[in-house]
């Protein structure tokens, strides 16, 4: 009868732990609000997401600084570990942030990615629930976005937006189609919002038919 390994007295055989591919890392440079860092700390804890992203966020505590959020994205731009660096902001109506296409085009230049919202993020939140094609002030957007979710606070839930994501993402697309058919050029393309790019970038392109979690 033939002995069997441990018998013999052979180690055993190590099974050898499979090695989980890098994850990429990107970091997100918003505003000190509530509501874009909820949003992004939602998109964090989605699994998919976090098994293949190292997602961050930087806040800057002051609001209505476009350029300084471009100029602290180089700074980790050049960081061979960082794969991507994305800045949200706001255009605002009636008064337009200060150095906004200065923004942009050093942005550009240093392949920073934006995800621009017009005229503030209230608009993206307002596509998870329904199309919005009429032009909006940030008050009106904020109302708007507020009756909709019926929050009373600054902060959002983002388990209420989550599931409806990729709806926003096919409105927030159209409405880009539509101003650059019509050639309403930046900041004038309002309403409008980028954050369908940056759900791009982080989850691919994804068919209408599979589940938004």
């Excluded at 209505?64 to 991507?84: F, M, S, Y």
């Excluded at 880009?176 to 050029?185: L, Y």
Aim: with cysteine; charged share 30%; hydrophobic share 35%.
């Amino acid at each position: 009868m033939a002995l069997s390994r441990h018998q013999r007295g052979g180690r055993p055989l190590k099974r050898v732990p499979e090695k989980r591919p890098e994850l990429r890392t990107i970091i997100v440079f918003c505003e000190g609000r509530n509501s874009e860092p909820d949003y992004i700390n939602g998109l964090k804890k989605l699994p998919h997401i976090a098994e293949n992203t190292a997602l961050s966020i930087q806040i800057h505590p002051e609001p209505g600084v476009p350029l300084t959020l471009v100029k602290r994205a180089i700074e980790h731009k050049n960081d061979p570990e960082v794969d991507e660096c994305w800045c949200l902001f706001d255009v605002e109506w009636p008064k337009n942030h200060p150095n906004l296409a200065r923004a942009i085009d050093i942005a550009r230049a240093n392949e920073v990615s934006l995800a621009i919202s017009n005229p503030c993020f209230e608009l993206w939140l307002i596509l998870h629930h329904q199309n919005c094609s009429a032009f909006l002030d940030t008050a009106s957007a904020e109302r708007l976005s507020r009756s909709l979710d019926g929050r009373t606070g600054k902060s959002i839930d983002p388990a209420v937006y989550m599931p409806l994501r990729r709806k926003a993402g096919r409105h927030a697309e159209r409405l880009d189609v539509r101003h650059e058919r019509n050639g309403t050029a930046f900041p004038h393309d309002n309403p409008s919002s980028g954050m369908y790019k940056l759900l791009r970038s982080l989850e691919g392109e994804q068919q209408d038919g599979r589940s938004d979690c």
